[in-house]
């Protein structure tokens, strides 16, 4: 995964956590079947990433996201 670093911080390794910099940034997420999802976060949302039997999973709180 890439993280733009003008619109994200990785702000916890363990587990990993990133926050967004300024509002409106961005992150394109490709689902296991292939389908695209566009989300924007707030200034300071914060996106929770864990590995779970191979895959990566995401987790965001909704008041996060614009």
Known sequence: ???DK?????VS?????????Q???NLEIEDVSH???KLNFK??????MFRV???FRLTWNDDDVI
């Open 23 to 25: 509002d409106d940034a």
């Open 53 to 55: 039997t191979g895959r």
């Open 35 to 37: 389908k695209l999802h």
């Open 1 to 3: 995964m890439d993280f």
């Open 13 to 21: 390794n363990n587990p990993v956590i990133f926050q967004a910099i």
């Open 6 to 10: 003008h619109f994200w911080k990785q």
């Open 43 to 48: 200034n300071r949302g914060k996106l929770n």
